[in-house]
């Protein structure tokens, strides 16, 4: 029930405390009903400033408002020996009231002009949303008349299918594949493949070499592999004859770039032993490997050469691919193997006892036959590249020709 005035049954003090007191709670309760509602963001602003204008007139219209009645039932019907305490009291309820109503009027106008506020930034988010959307599916929208988008497929790099190549062949005559370290020491790299310390035979190798190392003793100092020999002795260390192994990987030399040097390029090395292995081991296996790699047109040659490790050693040349041999192509000399009818391809020999020595296998009881390959060179010669530094430039146009 909505508060009303009532008349007062007396004037006395405690009548007057009571109809104070019923008074203020109930503009109490009427305020807070108020300006709960207003604090509510789904109420409108408008609704919260009518209500408020309620409030404000049911309190203190002059024409009935509350505080108006009540000089109109309390005071003015207050007998004259009343009338001071009455009218002090009714003075002081009306100064209440307005400090009720002022209160009231402050928190309900800041809750308008926040809602305000807040619908109007939801409106702003809500239109960014629906543009959002729009664009959303505008992109979504799916045209199956365009042509699809085609992913390239990355192709093996030539230098390792080359070196794939080479390792299968081997492979298909029951090898098996070894890899060693790129950062080796003198001793694998030189000591134990039978250069001594300041043979001349280390200078065919342009070395690099790690820095500052001099306070090591010789044989532990580190060095970039200048070939994949060294497998040979770490594969001879850690196995007893017989062995067939393959040995590909990186190998690096201190050289200038140009179409037929790189400071880094690839090598298969190549071992076997066993009991009775002979030069004629080493020609089979390598001619049957050169067919395999070139046609079974091509022919090899061994010519006599040197290696420290291998003890006799050749060069292997293959019948010329480009002039089938003739050294002569379309009526002028073979630029391929400068009119010789060969092209030199790789190293080998058999290997030399003084290696033996260092891996404690007996060269009376165990023989055997090395040989190593340039990858590189091969894929050249197979692929009829005319420049070196085109495997390292990591130009697709080139690389993508091999897929
Ligand atoms: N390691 C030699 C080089 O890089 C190639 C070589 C020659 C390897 C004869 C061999 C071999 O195993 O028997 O020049």
Redesign the pocket.
């Known amino acids: 029930m909505p508060y009303t005035v009532p008349k007062l049954p007396d004037f006395s003090t405690a009548a007057l405390d009571s109809a104070v007191r019923d008074l203020l709670s109930a503009i109490q309760e009427e305020k807070d009903v108020l300006v709960n509602k207003a604090s509510e963001p789904s109420v409108a602003s408008s609704t919260k400033t009518a209500d408020l204008k309620v409030f404000r007139d049911r309190w203190l219209a002059r024409k009935n408002g509350i505080v108006t009645q009540i000089t109109e039932l309390w005071l003015k019907l207050a007998p004259p020996d009343a009338k001071g305490e009455v009218g002090r009291r009714v003075n002081a309820v009306k100064a209440e009231v307005e400090r009720y109503v002022g209160e009231t009027q402050e928190r309900v106008e800041l809750f308008a002009r926040q809602s305000t506020a807040a619908l109007e930034s939801l409106g702003r988010l809500d239109s960014n949303l629906q543009t959002l959307k729009t664009s959303e599916l505008e992109r979504a929208r799916l045209d199956i008349t365009l042509p699809g988008i085609r992913r390239p497929i990355g192709v093996e790099h030539p230098v390792i299918k080359t070196m794939n190549e080479i390792v299968g062949v081997f492979r298909n005559l029951g090898y098996s594949v070894e890899e060693g370290p790129e950062i080796e020491t003198d001793y694998y790299n030189f000591e134990a493949l039978n250069f001594p310390p300041n043979h001349p035979a280390r200078d065919?190798?342009d070395t690099l070499f790690i820095a500052a190392q001099e306070s090591k003793p010789l044989r532990d100092r580190l060095l970039l592999r200048?070939?994949?020999?060294p497998v040979?002795i770490r594969t001879m260390q850690k196995m007893k004859p017989p062995v067939r192994v393959v040995c590909p990987g990186k190998?690096h030399r201190n050289d200038a770039p140009d179409a037929t040097h790189s400071p880094i390029f690839h090598?298969v090395?190549?071992?076997a032993v066993d009991t009775n292995i002979t030069f004629c081991d080493l020609k089979g296996t390598l001619d049957h490997a050169m067919k395999a790699l070139f046609g079974s047109s091509v022919k090899t040659r061994f010519y006599p050469s040197f290696?420290p490790?291998?003890e006799p050693?050749a060069d292997v040349q293959i019948s010329c691919i480009f002039c089938d041999g003739k050294g002569v192509r379309d009526g002028a000399p073979c630029r391929n193997c400068k009119a010789s009818g060969w092209i030199e391809l790789?190293?080998?020999?058999m290997v030399d006892p003084n290696v033996y020595g260092f891996v404690d296998y007996d060269p009376a009881k165990v023989s055997g036959?090395?040989?190593?390959?340039g990858v590189e060179r091969i894929a050249i010669l197979k692929y009829g590249v005319d420049d070196i530094q085109l495997f390292f430039q990591g130009d697709v146009r080139f690389l993508e020709q091999f897929g």
């Open positions: 065919t190798q200048t070939h994949t020999s040979q190998v090598q090395e190549g071992l290696f490790f291998t050693s790789l190293g080998c020999g036959f090395a040989f190593g390959m």
